[in-house]
C-alpha cells in the first residue's frame, strides 16, 4: 500500500506538472479504488439502470482532466476530489430524471451506519442539498458523509482518506448525521406549514 500511495503522489505531481500520459498512468494505478467508490455510490443513488461503475468512472475522468490544470494537494485530496464529481454526475442525473423542486415533496431521510442500498431520487436531492449547508459551516463532517453516504466508504478508509483518526471519523459522522437529520426535519416541517 506503501508503494502504491507514492507512485499515487509521484503521478499526481506528474498531472500537475503536464507531463503526456500521466493522467491515463494515474487511472491504471488507481482505477480499483476508484471503482470501489463508483460502486458505493451507484448502490445509493436510483440512477444505476443508467450508469455502471466503469462508465461512472469514465465520466467523473473526463470531470477531473477535462478542465483546468489540476491542482489536488495529495493522494487523498484526489479521492475526495473524485468522490465528489461522481456524486455531482449522480446528482445531476437524479435531478434530470424529473426530481421536484426544492421544498416539494421532501420526506425525512435517515442516515444509519447500515445505510440501505438505494435512495429515491428526491432523498438523494435531499440529503445533497442539506449536504452544501453543512458543507458551508462545518467543512470536515461533510466531507465525512460525502465518503461514507455517497462513496460507501467506512470509517477506517474515511479516517485514512482525510489524514484524520477512526475516532475523530466516527465524531464527526455522528455529529453530521444528527446535523442533517435536524435539518431535513426542519425543512420537512417548512413544507407541511407552506401546504
Known sequence: MAESRGAVTALLQAVRDG??????ELLHVVGDELRKIARGQLRRL???DLLQPTALLHEAYIKLFGGEQPSWE???HFF???ARAMHD???DQARRRGAQKRGGGHRRVALHDDLPEQRQSHEVLAVSETLKRLSE???????VVLLRFFGGLSHEEVAQTL???SATARREWTFARA???DALIDEDQRGKDDA
Open 46 to 48: 436510483p440512477v444505476t
Open 179 to 181: 446535523w442533517l437529520r
Open 89 to 91: 454526475i449522480l446528482v
Open 19 to 24: 507531463r503526456p500520459g500521466a493522467s491515463d
Open 163 to 165: 489524514e484524520i483518526s
Open 137 to 143: 459551516v462545518h467543512p470536515r463532517p461533510a466531507e
Open 80 to 82: 475526495w476530489a473524485a
Open 74 to 76: 495529495g493522494r487523498n
